[in-house]
């Protein structure tokens, strides 16, 4: 399977915890986004990353929350101090790189439930 | 920044019925609307898209219309088909300038046999 992988596809953890998720992009894509899903709701953009690069982080990313994709390949997302509002479906996307006005299909893995207990 | 409203949230027809599911956007300045089709257990899968240059797409059972002016785009799906219920999300972005996709809220569409 050459596409988007995620791990572990499932996670309970007590409240005040850490969790570290991992997401493997399609190998030749150069871009790499986090999302948030919770029930009901379409996903959130988290952040994104140009290679090992983090371009952009949103208001959503709290100081709780890091993302590392230390040689622009695979990518963690960690959660310090897990609370129970973090319970929700984290996505990781991937996309080629291209000019700006031309939209590079971001492919998603199945994402990891994070239930905070 | 962008605001996209989507309805219905839940959506049931009968088999060979069409669906149609809208949906509004906030930011004139987007000019790129993909669908996303999220079946359980998956991640979205793009479906359709259209550009802000375009009034109209289709693909085989699915369609995309886009109002500008009105800035509201929607869905289409006829002769649904009981593989066709999954969840779908409408979303907006700004080319030409680093910028995120916005979604909808969702719809669930469920096809009865």
């Known amino acids: 399977d050459t596409g988007v992988s995620q791990d572990p596809r499932h996670k309970i953890t007590k409240r005040g915890q850490n969790v570290t998720f991992r997401c493997d992009p399609i190998?030749?894509?150069?871009?790499l986004y986090w999302y948030r899903q919770t029930l009901g709701q379409g996903p959130e953009f988290l952040t994104y990353?140009?290679?090992?690069?983090?371009?952009?982080k949103s208001r959503l990313l709290s100081d709780r929350f890091s993302a590392e994709r230390p040689k622009g390949s695979f990518s963690t997302l960690e959660i310090q101090r897990t609370e129970q509002g973090d319970s929700a479906m984290y996505l990781c996307?991937?996309?080629?790189?291209?000019?700006?006005?031309?939209?590079?299909?971001?492919?998603f893995g199945p994402g990891t439930r994070l239930t905070v207990l | 920044g962008e605001n996209v409203e989507q309805h219905p949230s839940t959506l049931s027809v009968q088999e060979g019925d069409s669906a149609v599911i809208k949906c509004t956007y906030s930011?004139?300045?987007?000019?790129?609307f993909p669908w996303y089709k999220q079946e359980l257990g998956k991640g979205p899968q793009l479906i359709i898209d259209?550009?802000?240059?375009?009034g109209e797409k289709k693909d085989q059972r699915i369609a995309v219309t886009l109002n500008k002016t009105a800035k509201h785009f929607s869905l289409h799906i006829t002769e649904t088909q009981p593989e066709d219920s999954a969840v779908y999300f409408c979303?907006?972005?700004?080319?030409?300038?680093?910028?995120?996709?916005?979604f909808g809220k969702g719809t669930m569409l469920l096809v009865s046999p």
């Open positions: 990353f140009q290679n090992e690069a983090q371009l952009e």
């Open positions: 190998s030749e894509h150069n871009r």
């Open positions: 979303a907006a972005i700004r080319l030409s300038g680093y910028s995120t996709l916005t």
């Open positions: 930011d004139s300045a987007s000019n790129y």
């Open positions: 996307a991937s996309s080629p790189s291209g000019s700006l006005d031309v939209y590079n299909e971001q492919f």
């Open positions: 259209i550009r802000s240059n375009v």
